[in-house]
């Protein structure tokens, strides 16, 4: 479960975050969505402890990140925009270090990536070198990457990114697993069938402040639009960052 109360973070005299306040809670696929510059990024590396906040709190299945860093890092699975795996290792053996990280042994570790490899379709190459590998395999890695200690929340940013359609569908069916299992699950995407695919409630964020906060048929009814695309576009009155 995530808390935000108030959560403000500025740059110079950009004002990146303006006061924003939501919760997410467990058993639920959360679309985190708003257009380029919006302050969808900054509020997702605060939630993980990557930025301090200027103000306002944040509470993470009851974790601080600003005073529990560490214990925020065990209970969060993040999938960041940048995939960031090591080139000169194996899928395998970059999925192996963040479990060493995490504190579990190498059976362990072995089991769980086992699993994962099976649940992702990764088996083919779990033991190539990442070097070259494609969109899709890189994206599984990183999945796996973060969910090797069976974290209890989950943040993904821009998970489908570049992939094809069945990697696409194999992604989707495994966030829906996650929601299964009661996990919280934070989606921050630009694809709108995405959203309507996959969330139970959808945050919209622009300027920094929340333009919108609630489940897809209530931001259908208040926008008075057919589609999640053409809400989106009305609760943030442009049509700008939808292509991006």
Known sequence: MIEVRDLRKSFGDVH?????????NDG????????????KT????????????DSGTIRIDGLDPTEDAIAIKRTLGVVPDSRGLYKRLTARENIAYYGELH????????????TLARTLNM??????RTDGFSQGQRVKVAIARAMIHQPQTVLLDEPSNGLDVMTTRALR????????????????????????????????????????????DE???????????????????SDEGLLA
């Open 16 to 24: 990146a975050v303006r006061g924003i306040s939501f919760t997410i």
């Open 28 to 39: 639920e696929i959360t679309g985190l969505l708003g257009p380029n510059g919006a302050g």
């Open 42 to 53: 900054t509020t997702l590396r605060m939630l993980y402890s990557l930025l301090p906040p």
């Open 103 to 114: 504190g579990l042994d190498r059976n362990e570790i072995r089991s769980r990536t086992d």
């Open 123 to 128: 088996e083919d190459f779990l033991e190539r």
């Open 173 to 216: 069916a495994y966030i829906r697993s996650l929601k299964a299992a009661g996990q919280s699950v934070v989606l921050s995407t630009h694809i709108m069938q995405e959203v309507a695919a996959l969330c139970d409630r959808i945050i919209i964020i622009a300027n920094g402040t929340i333009a919108a906060d609630g489940t897809p």
């Open 219 to 237: 931001l259908l009814a208040r926008s008075g639009k057919d589609s999640v695309e053409d809400a989106f576009v009305a609760l943030i009155g």
